[in-house]
């Protein structure tokens, strides 16, 4: 009896262990980067450019707005495309071709980033003969679909068919139903998979060594090459020059900030507009 | 029953190559409650779901025959009229999950993109409410969601939100296969009284709610119209041999 | 649902319960008043009236225990209006013989001056309707009593008996007519019997104890 408690007790103890040890690496990380990262932070840090190394201050104005640029336009290419592949499969669950979507978004979620990163070079960036941010953007986007549409699919393979069938019940055409009653309700699991999938390509640099490419000035044109934190980052941190060392610090910490601000983001939307059925 | 307000004529539906209902000859009286009792799996659900054109939105579906809702076949008719004519309740309550008690009961307006004034809608919502006995329960909360009333409750506003369209015939799908007795003997009540403003053709394998609820009564059986008469005849004296033996529990 | 079946029930009982009573009551008053249009109408008229009275109410019973499936007090009363449903037809069946006798005796000059045969009548019909009576108000009391005073009617029979068989003896020309006389009075006294019964009915439908066969007091 004692020993069957003690016993008990020991494997709890070794479990929570365990489990701190895991966890272990992530706080070391966020330690190691906010100690390093927040000398840097001021406002110049967010308002001004890049300087040339061995001048003090500047800032990653255009990588931030780079990175901001580049999700929107991955956002604009994925989520319309994401939403309503997930959507057909989920309405189509036992058709041949579903069955070959859900194949290949499987199979796309595997494929490395930087193989995106070439193949959208070849398709986007070679033809047009430069290297550019909405190349970069298609790029993100390309690894965002498969996300947004298993999300999508899940979610909406949990509303019960009940309620598309109370809604044609009630006289409403096919399109009224989709919209207004089921991705309605499903809204809160299409949203967060959306934002997971920001969270998760904003921090991506492979694919965008080939499309974005890196622009050290403040750049609006989408045709023409953007920076991205990632992406400064690689740069700074290849570089010889302390001063930029610590810019990439700075520029890691913003990183890690803005995901870590979607993911409880993530988490306040999907609790918020929970639906219950 | 010559001049029924509706009339199912030589009608046959099933699924790919599967045939569910046979021949099935029902005429139906206006204002009055017709259940439609059966074991499960004798087509009670499909031949419903054919009443207010749903079964052929399955794939493989198919029928035959014809269906009069005053003397006009359904399937010469839009789908969508058909439905906003001939309501429908299902087995477990599902008010729209995103709209509140308010927008629920006007939920067939709003989807079929019919606009109206807000005094209207009040009225609407007021009046169908108190058809089905729930505004005093629910006056004070009208823009909270749905979901957060009882399964009881729920199914009330799932047939509030099918009367305010103001059918001619409201189907009820086992509406009470999900609820507890006293919900139940709530939605009995309300099915005999709501009867007055439509007809009601309810599904149900109680046979025991059958009896205590509706005027008439059909018996199916493997996909066949056993018998039809009213309710207090059918149920003691049948005249067929299937309907006496489904009623004395020797199968079923 | 069910509530509103068995209040239409125990409407159609008294309605037919009064509709007897006045049977009874119109095969008497033509044996005094020597109408033989009233016993013939309590005969050709009523009496199918009333075996179709009987037989609506059946049925209702009937589909109203199937379709239902009453429980407790509910059931007891839906089978003891079919009880009394019963009784009351076989007492308009004893309305019919009273008049049958009626018919034969009014033709005939009085064996003796009819004193005790209307004052059993009275007793009779006063046992039914009281029997209606606390039926409609559910009163045990007056159910209690109806049953008590079903041997003032039996005494009445015997003592009708009694005086005709010592006319028989004296005179055998009065022997058809003290017959028909005797069965009259058997007939009221099966009566009265039924009436009992409607009691007994009541009394378990409300208390849902039995006390046939058995004597009030123990």
Known sequence: ?277 | MENGILKILNFYAGYNVKTILTNINLSIPSNKVISIMGPSGCGKTTLIRCINRMHELQPDANFKGRILLNEKNIFETSPILVRRKIGMVFQKPNPFPTMSIYDNVVSGYILNGIKMPRIEKDRIVEETLRKVYLWDEVMDSLHRKGTFLSGGQQQRLCIARAMAMNPEIILLDEPTSALDPKATAKIEELITKIKKSVTVILVTHNTAQAARVSDFTAFLYLGELVEYGSTEKLFTTPKDKRTEEYLTGKFG | MLEQRINLLKQKIVEYAFFIENMIHNSIKGLMNKNRELLEKVINDLEPKANDFEIELDELCTSTIAQFGPKAKNLRSILMIAKMNNDLERIGDQAVNISECGLYLIEKPPVKPLVDIPRMGEEAVKMLSDAIDSFINENITLAESVCERDNIVDNLRDQILRELITFMTSDPVTIERSIHLIKISRNLERIADLSTNICEDVIFMIEGKIIKHRKIKD
């Not at chain 1, 070794?14 to 906010?34: C, E």
């Not at chain 1, 927040?38 to 840090?45: D, G």
């Not at chain 1, 045709?223 to 740069?235: M, R, W």
Request: contains cysteine; charged residues 10%.
């Open chain 1, 1 to 277: 009896m004692q020993r069957r408690i003690i016993k008990d007790k020991l494997f709890e103890i070794i479990i929570i262990i365990l489990a701190m040890v895991s966890t272990l690496p992530l706080i070391l990380i966020l330690f190691q980067i906010v100690k390093k990262g927040i000398a840097s932070i001021n406002w110049s840090f967010f308002v001004n450019l890049p300087q040339p190394p061995g001048e003090t201050g500047g800032g990653v104005s255009n990588a931030i707005l780079g990175t901001f640029i580049l999700i929107v336009i991955a956002g604009v290419f994925s989520i319309l495309l994401g939403v309503l592949g997930g959507t057909f499969i989920s309405e189509y669950k036992d058709k041949k071709i579903s069955e070959l979507i859900r194949l290949c978004v499987n199979i796309f979620q595997g494929i490395p980033s930087i193989v995106i990163g070439i193949i959208v070079y070849i398709w986007i960036v070679m033809p047009l003969h430069r290297f550019s941010a909405l190349s970069g953007g298609i790029a993100l986007g390309i690894m965002m679909l498969p996300l947004i549409v298993k999300s999508t699919e899940e979610t909406l393979r949990l509303i019960p068919s009940s309620l598309k069938e109370a809604s044609l019940a009630l006289g409403a055409s096919y399109t009224t139903t989709m919209l207004r009653v089921i991705l309605p309700a499903g809204i809160n699991g299409i949203l967060s998979g959306i934002l997971i999938s920001v969270s998760r390509v904003a921090g991506e640099t492979a694919p965008l060594l080939f499309t974005a490419f890196g622009n050290p000035f403040m750049n609006f044109n989408i045709f023409k090459p953007v920076d991205s934190l990632p992406l400064l980052i690689f740069n700074y941190s290849m570089s010889p020059y302390p001063e930029w060392h610590s810019i990439a610090w700075g520029a890691s910490f913003v990183l890690i900030s803005f995901i870590i601000i979607l993911n409880i983001l993530t988490k306040m939307v999907s609790r918020k507009w929970k639906t219950v059925f």
